[in-house]
């Protein structure tokens, strides 16, 4: 079937083709009688807009992209849905890129003809590729690393301070022997919240146990067969409390500890990361950060936008967390 064109809507309506092409992109040129009668023109012959050719026209194709390695987990629902609604606020699409390859991302970068392109996991993009974009003009957000050039932005929790906050938090009610359950070597979350946790003991003078720092990989079932596997050592001693690097994680830390026969938090005090909605119904509820998971989508579009449309230089902006204390930490009362 013939792909319905421009000209074949400008001829249906009986108008020109430049009044049908400011009719279709909101131009105040046209009156509002024609305008509807063109789009109901449109929309009776099932055009589709040719983003190609208005990117030749105007530079801009209105569509953005979002590019990460996995979608996995109520953190990327929450963020991916704030970010499409403010795109359709704004009359703007987003295409979601799911890919560990490299050449992918790159292709998709700056071969593509987006306005802008959003990046979750952006340690997989080196100096070398970071050049690449920036000489491309491509206006680029990272969302999970802390890096600005004139081209790209960071937008990032200020996961540091909020693993410094959790963890003084936990030594105010007694707990010395801490366990820091990390994500993974190369995320920026992982890294700065644990830099935060060992910060935290250096300023209450409570000496780092490289043996109370195991790997959850921000994940359920790997966290829980990672604390089963710790407290099922001989002579390993129960930590007083869980650092948990997100609320998946600590889920999974929470139902190893049950199955093992602890109490929480008679026993044993567990917090995590984000105040995903199930937080506050586990039982015990969940004492946790709380990071702005919505306001980082909505935020990361509007930075955008001043990007595209102001011309605004790469910055790095923080959001900050919220303790949100819950009945899964309580006072230490073992010596």
Partial sequence: MKKVTIKDVAKAAGVAISTTSNALNGSSLVNEETRKKILAV???????????????????????????S?????????????????????GYGMNLIVTKDKNVIMNHMVGQGFDGVFIYEGERIQEQELKIIDQSRVK???????YSSEFISSLVFDSYQAGFYVTRYLINLGHQRICFIEGADDVYDSIERKRGYIDALKAYDIPYDEDLI???????????????TMLRIENVALP????????????????????????IPKDVSVVGFDDIEVAEYLSPSLTTIRNPIDRQGVQAIELMMRMIHHNEKGRVEQLKGELIPRKSTGICLRK
């Fill in 240 to 263: 007083d409390a869980f650092i948990a690097g997100n609320d998946l994680s600590a889920i999974g830390c929470m139902k190893a500890l049950k199955a093992l026969g602890y109490e």
């Fill in 42 to 68: 449109a929309k009776e012959l099932n055009y589709v807009p040719n983003l190609n050719g208005r990117y030749l026209k105007t530079g801009k194709t209105k569509m953005l992209c979002f590019i990460t």
């Fill in 140 to 146: 680029t957000i990272l969302l999970d690393r802390s």
């Fill in 70 to 90: 996995n979608v996995r987990g109520p953190y990327f629902y929450m963020l991916v849905e704030s970010m499409c609604h403010e795109c359709e606020r704004l």
């Fill in 214 to 228: 195991i790997r959850g990989y921000f994940e359920e079932t790997y966290t829980y067969n990672s604390v089963t």
